[in-house]
Every structure is written in C-alpha cells, then in structure tokens.
C-alpha cells in the first residue's frame, strides 16, 4: 500500500496493535489553572541528560496551553486508574475536580495513586504533521512500585492480571476459545445449536494456540486480544480461558457472524456459552468490557476495558 493510499482510521488501527501504557499530561496554563489530558503517545527518550516525550495532536483543546508552558508532567497511570484516564479523555468542564492531585515543585499537578510520574522542564517543541512533540528534561520523578494500566486496539487492560489468570488456568486441561468480533457481531459455530469457536490447549502461548486455530477455521487474519473469561467447568473438570479476537473482511470457512444482541431466543451447546454471548451484547452496547473469574454457574466480572483517547 502507497502512501496515497492510506485510510487513516486503518492507520490508526495498525498503531494501535503496539501495547502501551495510559499517562495523564498535566500543566499549568497561562493563569495558572491546571489542565490535563490522557495520552498514550509517551515514551522515554535519554537517562543522560534524562529526556522524555509526549505527542499533542494540533487540535487539542490544550494545544496553545501546553505548547507554551515552561513545565508540564507525565503521570503514569496505575492498572486501577481507567475511570480517571476516561475523566482526561473526555471534555469535561473540571477534569481536576474529580480527582486528587498536589502541586509538583515546579506547579504541575501531580495525581494521586499513579504508577509514576515525572516532572519536566520544557525542553523543545518539535513539530510532527499534525502532532507536535513534547520534549521534557525531567527534573523530578517518583515510582510508587504500582502495576500500571494498559491500553491496546482500543481497549484497556492489565498485564499482571491476565497473566495470573492463564498461570492458574495452565494448571490443568485447558480449552481455549474465543469472541471473535467483526463490525458489531461475532462469529459462532452450528446452525440449531450455536457454539463458540474452540480449541483443546497444549504447551506453549495459549493466544498464538488460539489465533493459529481461528486462522485455519475462517480463512480469515485473526488477531487475538484480551481474555474475556477464565473460569472452571465443573461439568468437563477443564479450565476455559475465552479470549476476545477481532477478524479481518471476507467470508469465514466455517461459521457465521452474528449480532449478539440479536441471539436471545437462541440455543447455545453449553449454559457458560449462553453467558458469555449474552454478557458480551450488553458490554458492546456501554463499550465497557471487563474479565469473568470463577466458573459455570458463579463468579465476578472485573471491568478493564473502555475507549480512552488523546483530548
């Protein structure tokens, strides 16, 4: 594909395939009231001299605040923080308000309960298309040895958690499926009696197992992405580890696409199937989805997935 040629929202969903972790920008502006925004564009630069940098889209409604500040800070948020990178991302009148912060040595707010943050002098204002980049000479930092969010193709989640999830999982027979999602509606075996698409577990990465699996069942590019269940079957003595996965345009091999909402009245293989389809139309319809631990009859949803982006 050409340069010419490029969709910016399929861009945009190729950047978004990196792994990373969620920060809250914040300065002061010219009157001296705080402002903020989330942002995942964050990366270390130097440890000598010490140097970060953050990305600000032109159109930021702190664009003109932020280029022109002489300080601004990068807190790191921690895996408990979503609903206060949800508060920085959104146009909210007094982001500040809703949460608790102090003032760095240098005025910058600095949030409570992060992972880390860094307080930074100015250093350059480079531009880049229609971003400009941040540099910042750290002059101060604290890391509070929280685990820290993550965010990837558009969802949130937390490294530490679905890694302690498959780690209990792995001690015994596993089946691994998956939601497999495509424009609003998710793929599913069987025509009277609908399954989930899934696969006996062995050694080695459950995801590359899953997504190999799904590959050579559709015909389709799959990319796996986050769990979505982890639970006991009582009835069959395995673990199920369900992951959500997302698959390219085309006509699948085997199954059919369907709108989840659209399946109340439908006949699932297992009860656990009826519950997952079901939980997955009301979380697609609030855009926040989260992760089910226990087993087939009970257990809790941990939410760690919603839409964060730059503002």
């Given amino acids: 594909m050409t340069t010419q040629d490029f969709d910016p929202r399929a861009l945009r969903d190729a950047f ?23 942002a995942n564009s964050f990366t270390s630069v130097s440890l000598e001299p010490p140097l970060l940098l953050v990305c600000l889209a032109k159109t930021s409604r702190n664009f003109e605040a932020m280029t022109s500040a002489k300080h601004f ?27 608790e912060w102090n003032s760095g040595a240098d005025g910058c707010p600095i949030l409570s309960d992060v992972a880390a943050w860094f307080e930074c002098a100015m250093s350059e204002v480079i531009e880049a298309g229609d971003h400009v980049v941040l540099m910042g000479r750290i002059v101060s930092f604290d890391n509070s040895g929280r685990n820290g969010l993550g965010y990837a193709r558009g969802g949130y989640f937390t490294p530490i ?12 027979n596993i089946e691994l499926a998956a939601v497999l999602e495509r424009d609003g509606e998710i793929l599913l075996l069987g025509d009277d009696v609908l399954a989930l698409p899934d696969c006996e577990g062995s050694e080695g990465s459950p995801a590359d197992i899953l ?13 796996v992405g986050f769990l979505y269940s982890v639970y006991e079957g009582k009835s069959d003595g395995k673990h199920h580890i369900v992951y959500r996965a997302f698959a390219s345009p085309g006509e699948p091999r085997e199954g059919r696409f369907l709108k989840p909402d659209a399946l109340k009245t439908a006949r699932f293989r297992t009860s656990s199937t009826a519950d997952i389809v079901s939980r997955f139309a009301l979380e ?28």
């Fill in 211 to 223: 997504g190999r699996y799904l590959q050579a069942l559709t015909g389709l590019t799959v990319t």
């Fill in 16 to 38: 978004g395939a990196f792994p990373t972790g969620v920060t809250v920008v914040t300065a002061r502006d010219q009157a001296g009231l705080p402002i903020g925004f989330t």
């Fill in 284 to 311: 697609s319809q609030i855009g926040n989805f989260g992760v089910y631990f226990g087993d087939e009859t009970s257990g809790m949803v941990r939410p760690v997935s919603g839409k964060a982006v730059q503002a």
């Fill in 161 to 172: 958690l679905a890694s302690k999830a498959v780690s209990a999982a792995a001690e015994g």
């Fill in 73 to 99: 800070a990068i807190n790191v948020l921690s895996e408990t923080q979503k609903a206060v990178s949800n508060t920085f991302a959104r146009p909210v009148e007094d982001r500040f308000a809703a949460v």
